[in-house]
């Protein structure tokens, strides 16, 4: 039955690999067609707005963290600083 089990789990590994193979191939395709009716000026506002984003997610991080860190950072006067 051990062996039954074991034969079992290697298809399905190699079923999820061949899947996670498929679904990269796909995103990688979805992100070309993205690309081929977007016009540069729009891709440019889109990758600012991306990195600005990522610059907030930073941001709201580091600041959750400083209060996690340190309880007197609650205090609405810090978080001008």
């Known amino acids: ?33 993205d690309n081929l009716l977007t016009p540069c000026s729009i891709q440019n506002a889109i990758d600012r707005l991306r990195r600005k984003t990522e610059w907030c997610s930073t941001r709201l991080v580091l600041g959750l963290r400083d209060i996690l860190e340190d309880p007197t950072a609650r205090s609405p006067s810090k978080w001008t600083s």
């Open 1 to 33: 039955m051990a062996l039954h089990e074991e034969a079992e789990l290697r298809a399905l590994r190699g079923e999820l690999s061949e899947l996670e193979h498929a679904w990269r191939d796909a995103d990688e395709i979805a992100a070309i067609a």
